[in-house]
């Protein structure tokens, strides 16, 4: 079964920061990869995701990640981050065939300092 | 705009008392998915309904079962409530070419029902 890894649970940035959260997922076959944001009081939003092709994807507000495949990973980053990220992020696998079952990481809350 | 809607948003009940919670959507996507998230974990998948097909993950409790009606709707009725089946249950949908086979398509996620068992 496959599993995601989320390094960081809780993170605190200054406005202009950089940030990146870290991302790794095991899995012996092809996966679909996907960042989605909850902010407070919100639903669970598609950040951006990873199909195929360019391993460097972008997705809304400036945020894009990265797949590296022989690391397992897909680390999400952005240059400056803004107040209005504060939110929890996901990572989420699922896998080319077979279950439909979205794996979650367990989230990395980022709280933005004015 | 198209979107995944979720009634009630919060639900109280007691221990052992049935409770249905509802999800439609106006998406036309031919999969909806039922999704348990307890506090401060991540969203686990409860089941699935490809079209009219109910696909019921291995470790999801008897407790917990689901209709679907038709395209926009389906409901999760949980038969007999816990104190551990406090959670937010998160409804989502997709529209998926084939079963099982080939590039998943993105899922899009209700607002969720908080539920609370006293």
């Known amino acids: 079964a496959q599993s995601v890894s989320q390094h960081n649970h809780h993170v605190i940035l200054s406005e202009a920061a950089s940030l990146e959260l870290g991302c790794n997922y095991s899995y012996g076959g092809t996966v679909n990869l996907f960042w989605y944001v909850q902010y407070p009081g919100q639903h669970l939003q598609l950040l951006l995701k990873?199909?195929?092709?360019?391993?460097l994807v972008k997705g809304i507000k400036g945020f894009e990640a990265e797949f590296i495949k022989s690391k397992f990973s897909f680390n999400l980053r952005k240059p400056s981050v803004q107040w209005s990220d504060t939110a929890e992020y996901f990572c989420?696998?699922?896998?080319?065939?077979?279950?439909?079952?979205?794996?979650f990481g367990s989230g990395t809350r980022l709280q933005v300092q004015p | 705009d198209a979107m995944v809607i979720q009634n009630p948003r919060y639900q109280v009940t007691q221990f052992g008392k049935p409770v249905t919670l509802s999800c439609s959507q106006t998406?036309?996507?031919?999969?909806m998915y039922w999704y348990q998230q307890k506090s401060s974990q991540a969203p686990k998948l409860l089941f699935h309904y490809y079209d009219k097909d109910f696909n019921n993950e291995a470790d999801t409790p008897d407790n917990f079962q689901s209709r679907r009606p038709n395209t926009s709707f389906c409901f999760l009725d949980i038969r007999s409530p816990g104190l551990g089946d406090t959670a937010m249950y998160l409804c989502?949908?997709?529209?998926?070419?084939?079963?099982?086979?080939?590039?998943?398509?993105?899922?899009?996620f209700g607002p969720g029902t908080r539920l609370l068992v006293l």
């Open positions: 990873y199909f195929s092709g360019d391993p």
């Open positions: 989502a949908t997709s529209r998926e070419k084939k079963p099982g086979q080939g590039e998943k398509e993105t899922q899009y």
């Open positions: 998406l036309n996507h031919n999969v």
């Open positions: 989420a696998v699922i896998p080319y065939t077979g279950r439909r079952a979205l794996t």
